[in-house]
């Protein structure tokens, strides 16, 4: 290998684990730069999210099922009630099977279970306390989880993914112009990390701040401030957190070797 390459591969690579070589296919024998790019973005959460889990135990099937149908019918009326988002309630199909218990080391049937979940997005967290607050949750019509989550993310991941994009070119023209090289061209690029072994895994890259020095953050991706279902016969207090949505894209130039 030349010398600028070899200058380029010890600067670049310097923790690179002797195993690498093993997986040398999964990259290219040319010259070249391997960078990350990454685009992050905090927002407030617009959607809050309420699952319900509605659950009814009897010897009689059919009793059960004309209770939870019962509860569900006043669940969705709820959502109707506090405005639930267009489009996003959601309720299962029943689900019906054997339920048993355990006494003496033996199992014993105890009846029939018969369940059905529900699902609904409201825009403010007011919304849906108000909800919770009417719905008065028991053993048999539980509150499973809430989440908040941001209604623009689809969008939001893509235009992070082309700042990423981007920023891996200028990462690569900027370390080519410190080496005395330029670049030839894109050889791959992709928004999974490598499987190149070199000591670095996805989320633990070295991040460098304009002066070159490493700022040592590990990356997350879509993190969310979820909040904690209430327990059954209380008044909930939620408090919703920014979420932090991280798009990572790993690209390989090949380089003019600069001889």
Known sequence: MKLLSALLWSSLLATMAPSAWAQANTIPSQPHLLVKGQGTRTVMPDRFGL???IEET???ADAARRRVQDNVARALALFKQHKAVDGSVRADNLRIGPATRYEDSRQVFIGTRVSRQLRASFASVKQMQDVLAALKANEHVQVSSVAPTYSGEVALRRELKSEAAAQT???AQGLAKAYGTSLRGLYSISDVAPDFAYGIQAGQWPQLDEDGQNLDRISVTGSHGYAAAPEPGTRESIEAGPITYTE????IFLIN???
Do not use: F, P
């Open 51 to 53: 699952q319900l889990n």
């Open 169 to 171: 070119r200028e990462s």
């Open 58 to 60: 009897d010897m009689d």
């Open 257 to 259: 070797d600069g001889t």
């Open 248 to 251: 990572n894209v790993y690209a």
